[in-house]
């Protein structure tokens, strides 16, 4: 696609209830990330994936938290069990390699706004 | 590890005036790129501008440019001719290649005011 996409843009959920938040990387990149941004604060990284693998996922914060990336394409990060200080903004980005240089800028989502009540 | 500083949480300035945005790296990696974005109120975090560690030359953007000071390992942003649209949040990041991948890492942002 022209640019990255997210899914969806806004979900508000209950307290214990699983999400999945979808990201759809712009046609062929290989490096897909996940981050989140808590309220008036900076990227906090979650997890990387280069192809199908994901080579760091140092940046999870708990096991409830977990990501696929199917065919090289669309990724899927899964919070189960939300709690309310899951709440925040998830970007996920995408480049078209693994090294970032002047062809390989990471280009990011509007994000998915996720409320935890 | 590899660490972004952003010393100026909030900045002012009127509109057509020049700003600048500091930030500062720390990095043990003689390879690395170092990025600026804009987050405006909608949330999208937008590419602005680009600069590698073996660029001799600042980078330049139409009214973005990057003063890189590798020496003092600082990569300000310097938004020339201000308009009222550049108000925003502006994040300064930096990656490593290592290993043959990567992880962006970001600062904590500015947040910049154009006011009439």
Redesign the interface.
Known sequence: GAGVSQSPSNKVTEKGKDVELRCDPISGHT?L?W?RQSLG???E?LI?F?GNSA??KS?LPSDRFSAERTGGSVSTLTIQRTQQEDSA?Y?C?SSQG?????GN???????S?LTVV | AQKITQTQPGMFVQEKEAVTLDCTYDTSDQSY?L?W?KQPS??????LI?Q?SYDEQNATEGRYSLNFQKARKSANLVISASQLGDSAMY?CAM?V?SG??????????TSLIVHP
Do not use: C, H, K
């Open positions: 490096a990330y981050y604060q900076g990227l990284f990387y280069q080579p760091d940046g903004v970007l980005a693994a090294w970032a240089g002047i800028t990471i280009y990011f989502g509007e994000g706004w | 790129g990025f974005y909608s949330g999208e975090m937008i590419f680009y590698g994040f990656s290649a043959g991948s990567y992880i962006p890492t970001f600062g904590r942002g």
